[in-house]
């Protein structure tokens, strides 16, 4: 019987290299394929596959927080083979919990090692719910590092480390937070703004706008704009311009003075 996989990466090109390898692999149909943590809630719980095969880190949701809603969710739970650039935590949580992983660039060899597993092994769905909830626990404990000043920006294939004081601000947009600085711009793996807020110091950082957070230390000029609503002028290079609530503006004119 054909093993029905779902894969998930948001680099296309580390996506369709995936896709292109499982097509050699025996008994293997790949049913469908996601670029985001959120597509791979959907076509989990649409597709019902019995396999997944997913990056850990991508924006909306990253790979562990994909399986705790899916596991959360009560319904079918496939097997689950984790891919991942590097993540000291997640690697000691696999082999804790001998849930099956692999290491970017993906080995054709060790692809269908991990494939073989999974044809070998028939856990019922209790057992494989067990299994993840398990490594989720072990995840939490094991991802508590103390904050970092930094902040990972991705862009393309590449992870870019920013120093928290030179974002100038954040936004959300369909799911994904992004950061930008005065050097470059990318999707960060923050699954909201609220996440975001807490590794940032809130006397620089406000949450301006429901959809963004802002340096304020950063804002050049406050321009005003429709229905007692204002932009921010940032000082970047680009002068980008982020919107300003009524409720925030009030605070904002106290502490400025204007």
């Not at 949450?207 to 802002?214: N, P, S, T």
Request: hydrophobic share 40%; net charge negative; glycine share 4%.
């Amino acid at each position: 019987m054909s093993i029905r996989t779902v894969i998930v990466d948001d680099e296309p090109l580390a996506l369709e290299e995936l896709a292109f390898q499982l097509a050699s692999v025996e008994d293997v149909t790949v049913i469908g394929k996601g670029s985001n943590g959120l597509q791979a809630v959907e076509l989990i719980e649409r597709l019902k596959p019995d396999l997944v095969m997913l990056d850990i880190q991508m924006p909306g949701l990253d790979g562990f927080q994909v399986v705790r809603k899916v596991t959360e969710a009560g319904g079918d739970v496939p097997k689950i083979v984790f891919i991942t650039a590097y993540d000291q935590y997640a690697l000691k949580a696999f082999e804790v919990n001998a849930v099956d992983y692999l290491l970017k660039p993906v080995d054709e060899q060790l692809l269908e090692r991990a494939v073989q597993r999974v044809r070998n092994e028939h856990p019922g769905v209790d057992d494989v719910r067990d299994q993840l909830e398990a490594l989720l626990r072990t995840v939490d404990l094991s991802r508590d590092p103390p904050k970092s000043n930094r902040i990972s920006i991705k862009r393309d294939s590449r992870i870019i480390l920013t120093d928290v004081a030179d974002v100038v601000y954040a936004y959300i947009e369909e799911g994904v937070v992004s950061v930008v600085t005065d050097t470059s711009e990318g999707m960060t793996s923050y699954r909201t703004l609220e996440d975001l807020e807490k590794d940032l110091d809130p006397q620089t950082f406000w949450r301006v706008h429901r959809g963004y957070i802002a340096n304020i230390d950063r804002v050049s000029e406050v321009v005003p704009w429709f229905s007692g609503t204002y932009r921010l002028v940032m000082d970047d290079e680009a002068k980008h311009e982020v919107p300003l609530s009524r409720a925030q503006a009030k605070r904002l004119r106290q502490v400025l003075k204007w």
